[in-house]
T-cell receptor, first 110, second 115 residues
């Protein structure tokens, strides 16, 4: 079966712009989580959605937001981009057995 | 609060050597999950194992083995007869068992296997 699909794979944005990243989970998985990976901070949890509801949120500013649609696909949005938002953004879909990660979206803010 | 420590930042070994990656964790939960993931240069986190805290049996899968010791809060990962394809960053992670709780990752260990 298809894995977790994240689009786009690479993105270059300018400071102050906003960006939307997309994640399509494994069919049947209703939970989607987002993580930010940077060299300095490592892998940090952003938020998790289940059945279109945010169940958990990490310690990130309000510029980071997300949503989940009825088909379990999820998007995350970052507004007013800062240089420090440059990172690999990873999405994971999960069921009772564990988490499966996508290949990530590498965002570069210039 | 939960915390995962991978003290080894980088390890370099010659092909066919055995290598052990260390992982120490902290949690106040009585039940929890422990994970190991592999991250090749492509960026995707590849699932290797999930272990429930009440199952302290060691596990072997091919060249991979895991040693879980609750008494020392450690969950170490050994690769036997390493291969160049094992070169990657390896992450240990911890989560509560409640659905939706996040994974807490260690900083990762970069393993380089030299031919």
């Amino acid at each position: 079966k298809a894995g977790v699909t994240q689009t786009p794979r690479y993105l270059i944005k300018t400071r102050g712009q906003q960006v939307t990243l997309s994640c399509s989970p494994i069919s049947g998985h209703r939970s989607v989580s987002w993580y930010q990976q940077t060299p300095g901070q490592g892998l940090q949890f952003l938020f998790e959605y289940f059945s279109e509801t945010q169940r958990n949120k990490g310690n990130f500013p309000g510029r980071f937001s997300g949503r989940q649609f009825s088909n379990s696909r999820s998007e995350m949005n970052v507004s007013t981009l800062e240089l420090g938002d440059s990172a690999l953004y990873l999405c994971a879909s999960s069921n009772n057995y564990g988490y499966t990660f996508g290949s990530g979206t590498r965002l570069t803010v210039v | 609060a939960q915390k995962v420590t991978q003290a080894q930042t980088e390890i370099s070994v010659v092909e066919k050597e055995d290598v052990t990656l260390d992982c120490v964790y902290e949690t106040r939960d009585t039940t929890y999950y422990l994970f190991w993931y592999k991250q090749p240069p492509s960026g995707e986190l590849v699932f290797l194992i999930r272990r429930n805290s009440f199952d302290e049996q060691n596990e072997i899968s091919g060249r991979y083995s895991w040693n879980f010791q609750k008494s020392t809060s450690s969950f170490n990962f050994t690769i036997t007869a390493s291969q160049v394809v094992d070169s990657a960053v390896y992450f240990c992670a911890l989560s509560a068992t409640l659905p939706g709780t996040p994974l807490v990752f260690g900083k990762g260990t970069r393993l380089s296997v030299i031919a």
